[in-house]
Structures are given as structure tokens and as C-alpha cells.
DNA sequence: ACACTGCGGTTCACATTATGAACCAACGTT
DNA sequence: AACGTTGGTTCATAATGTGAACCGCAGTGT
């Protein structure tokens, strides 16, 4: 059925929808579940969990009933996310965007519908250190989330949206209201978060599209809402904007 | 070379090979280097990567040239870091301390100063319940709060540390003691209560690291000083301490 | 006590699948 | 212009991975 696709390496291939097949929904398999879920055979799916976990890539639960992702991952993830080239070009960026300013800026991607921190350059003012990068957030709550999801595909759009949209302290916004938002943001090719996240917390954020003109991150600067006012924004974002559009450029985009 | 090991796939052990050969001294490799690095032919070495790249674990740079960790691995590392939470992972270690023991083993993080029981796991022993979790105590005066303390940055040990280091029935320490404590505790690898929180209780604990190498919980084995003799306290300490290290090593944690 | 159904795990004959020596074409040095 | 690289490709070979059918077990409804 799985257009089976290019010759080569099937197992691998196999091997990789098997790890996919843990979502955050399903964090926890069975051998007959999983089986199912990838539509391999059970003896299968059974040996390629075993070997993956002989790498690390599979751990199992106390009871060794269910299947889970394994640690090996996480160090992989983490290798990844340091070498990932989208970080190492904003890396300046991101630095020279903090001193001008002396807020925070920060470097993230979309992973599942959430946005995931990449990197981070502190502010002058703040005095937290960089413990945020890896953590999480609502995308259609960030300016970098918004920024992102304004140039996503519809297809990939409808998948990162959740039914709900909740809102900190507000209550629910429609969706109409929401695709409003995303065009106006396409329009002037940034996103502003005001206090949407986090009561007394406001950002700016611009998209960074690659060579192939998709959107694969989005750099943000942020901090508290007394210090960001509407004209700060306001000054802000072409700054930021810019500077999302040097790092595209170092990407390999053309505008 | 390499111990083949076991039967099976033999494909996708070799695909992880390949993915572990890029380090962080090493984030980018040609084909060539890659092939030589992991001990695999240069076709086998291709395939693999090819097909790792079709399903986005493996990048390539600009110029097509090398090939480093993809953004899929990334999502995967997240993924995995969340479906390990301590608390899951710390279970059936807990429930093997105390199964082996006899005795109580707790899992506690450290909260405003102050240790937060999150989960715990009575031995045969005792008779009170498992109502202990959610309780805090402190953490200058606990195994597992020293545990963590000890493994603390320096900025952050201040703020978790009281002015005023007070004991149970004796006097208040110094703070110099309580370091070169801390010290010894970060030598051996665990900690030791021995009636400071509550006269007649003692307990030994380790500390657990998370993938990033910080201290973010411990674990215990804790019960009356009748049975927990300064013989048995040395017993049962590289049991908790092995035990430790075994959930920070499913949380990603590489010493 | 029963058959029934699900589970994780295992077996083994079979052939699909992965393998690697040898091969290109292109680039940089010498 | 011969050499030593590089990334990438070919193809005959057999080793590798495959999956239907199997096991023992635990739970469940009868």
C-alpha cells in the first residue's frame, strides 16, 4: 500500500516510522498496537524495536510491556538542534539584536504544533540565564509561532492548529479571526505577541525562510510590556524583520 | 569488525551507527569521511544516508556537499525528553529499591529551597501510607535535598539555601561545614541523613541528571535509624546511587 | 471450568533485500 | 597530464530481512 517509494533501504525506512509512530498523544506502545500503527508485521516490528532498542533509540517501560522513545534520542535531538545551521547563522543575529536592544531574542521552530525554543541571547535587563531553550509554547500564542504559521502551506497550517484556541487571560478567539491575523501578519512580514502568552509579556517576531522559500524558523525579540509599548514595537519589528531576512539570505533564499 | 551481536536487522543498526557518528566535534561529514568513520562501505554508507534523508533524520549543507543531523531528529529528541518524564522513569527503580530493601524509597526535586516528594514507594516495613507525597521539607537538612545541593551551580545554591541552617534536636551548622559536606557529597555521589530532619530517621540519596547534565531530582531509601546501622547506610548506598544513574541515563544523560 | 481473544515473543523456510568491488565524472594538486 | 581526492552509481551475489504461523500467558465473558 505505502508507496514503498525509492529502492535502497527499506528497513531504515521502516525502522524511521516506527520511532514517528510515538506522538506526544501516544507517548507509550504495544508490540500489536505499534505493529498495527505502521502496518508491518508483528515479528517485524518486533525486531526492528529490539534492534533499535539494543541503540538506545527504544526504551521500555518498568513492566517491559509497552515501548517508549529512548534516551539515545534525546542526546541525538540535542546534537541536532546544535548543529542545525539555522542556529549557527542567527547565532550572531540574535547577539547583535540583544545588545542593540537589551532584551531577549530568541531562535525558534515549529515541532508538532508547538514552538520549540532553538537558541537564545539574553538582554541586558533580565536576569534569568538561557535555561528556556528546549522548552515549549502554543504557536498561535508566540509572535515567532504566529510569524510561522502566517507562511505555512495550508495543508501543514490545518495540521499545527488545535481545535481550540485559547488565550491567556481572554477567552477563546475564532478561527476566522485568526486567519485575519495571519494575513495582516504575511502583509507586514512580522508577528507582535502582546500579553497573549503571558500577562506583561510582548515580542516581535519575523519569519526565516530557507533556499526552497519555506518557512523553517522565526527569531523573536521579547520582554515586559512596560518596556514594550505599542511605539517600541513599533520600532522594533523592521529591525527584526531585517534581521530575519539577513539570516534568510545566509539560508539561501531569493526572494 | 565491529561485534555484529545478534541476529536481525542488521541495516538499521548500521543507519544508527551512522547517525552516532556525528558528534559535536563533528557535526558535518562527507561521504567519504563518514564511510571511513564508521567503518562501512561507501555504497552502504550512501544508501543509508539517503534514506535517512528522505525521512528528514539526516540534513544536508548548503552545497549538498556534507551531511549532518536533520530537524526530524530534533523533533524526535523532544518528543522522546517529554515522554520521559523523572517521575515515569523513577518508578520501577523506586519500586526495586524497595521491593529489595524493604524499605521506603522516595523520588523528590528540589522547590523553593525546599525538597517536594513526587512519588514514592514503601517498603514492607513501614506501616504509614503513601501520603507523604506532595510534602517538602528542607532541603539543606534532607538526603536527596543535599544530593541535589551538591550538584547545584553555585548562583543557584544560594538562592536554595537558607541564612540560617538549622538542625533537629542540635544546633545550627556553619556554612562552611555544610559546604566541605557538599563537597564530600559530590565526591562519593550521594548524601546521607542521618536524624538531622527528624531523630530516629535516616536515609541515603542520589542525585539524577537530565540530558542537559543538571541536576533535576534524587532518589531515597530511607527508614528507621534502628535498621539503617552506618554499615548498612554503606550497604545500600551504591544501590541508590546506581539506581540514580540508571534513570539519568534513560533521560538522556551521558557523564 | 470453559473457550475465546488479546497480548508479547519466537520460529523458520523463503526470496526480497541489502551488499560491496569496481566503476564514473568532476575537482584540485602536483 | 597523471594523481588523489571527492560524491555518486552500477550490478551480480547471497546474506539479510521477511511474515505466516506458532507458543504460552493473562484476562474475560459464559
Redesign the pocket.
Known amino acids: 500500500m505505502s508507496a514503498d517509494a525509492y ?6 525506512q ?1 525502522a524511521v516510522t516506527v520511532l514517528k509512530a510515538f506522538t506526544d498523544a501516544q507517548p507509550e506502545l ?4 505499534l505493529a498495527r500503527v505502521v502496518g ?5 516490528t ?3 524495536l529490539t534492534a533499535l532498542e539494543r541503540e538506545g533509540l527504544i526504551a521500555r517501560t518498568g513492566t ?3 515501548y517508549r522513545l529512548g534516551p539515545e534520542l534525546i542526546a541525538l535531538g540535542v546534537r541536532a538542534m546544535r548543529s542545525s545551521d539555522v542556529r549557527a547563522v542567527s547565532r550572531p543575529e540574535l547577539e547583535t539584536l540583544a545588545r542593540a536592544t537589551g532584551e531577549t531574542a530568541t531562535l525558534e521552530v515549529l515541532a508538532d504544533g508547538d514552538v520549540l525554543i532553538l537558541d537564545e541571547v539574553m538582554g541586558s535587563h533580565l536576569v534569568s540565564a538561557t535555561h528556556w531553550v528546549g522548552t515549549r509554547w502554543h504557536a498561535y500564542a508566540t509572535s515567532t509561532g504566529k510569524a510561522m504559521l502566517a507562511f505555512l502551506p495550508n495543508a501543514q497550517l490545518r495540521d499545527a492548529l488545535p481545535t481550540r484556541l485559547a488565550l491567556s487571560g481572554r477567552g477563546t478567539r475564532t478561527r476566522a479571526d485568526f486567519y485575519k491575523e495571519l494575513e495582516k501578519i504575511r502583509a507586514q512580514g512580522f508577528a507582535t505577541n502582546v500579553e497573549e502568552l503571558e500577562t506583561g509579556f510582548a515580542a516581535v517576531g519575523a519569519p526565516i525562510f530557507n533556499h526552497d522559500a519555506q518557512v523553517i524558523a522565526a527569531i523573536s525579540i521579547g520582554g515586559p510590556r512596560t518596556r514594550f509599548t505599542d511605539k517600541v514595537i513599533k520600532q522594533l519589528a523592521p529591525r527584526v524583520k531585517q534581521a530575519a531576512a539577513r539570516i534568510s539570505q545566509q539560508l539561501g533564499f531569493r526572494p
Chains 1, 2 share one sequence.
Not at 30 to 33: F, P, W
Open positions: 529502492p535502497g533501504t527499506q528497513a531504515v521502516r504495544g508490540l500489536s498496537a508491518l508485521n508483528k515479528a517485524t518486533y525486531r526492528l517491559r510491556e509497552q
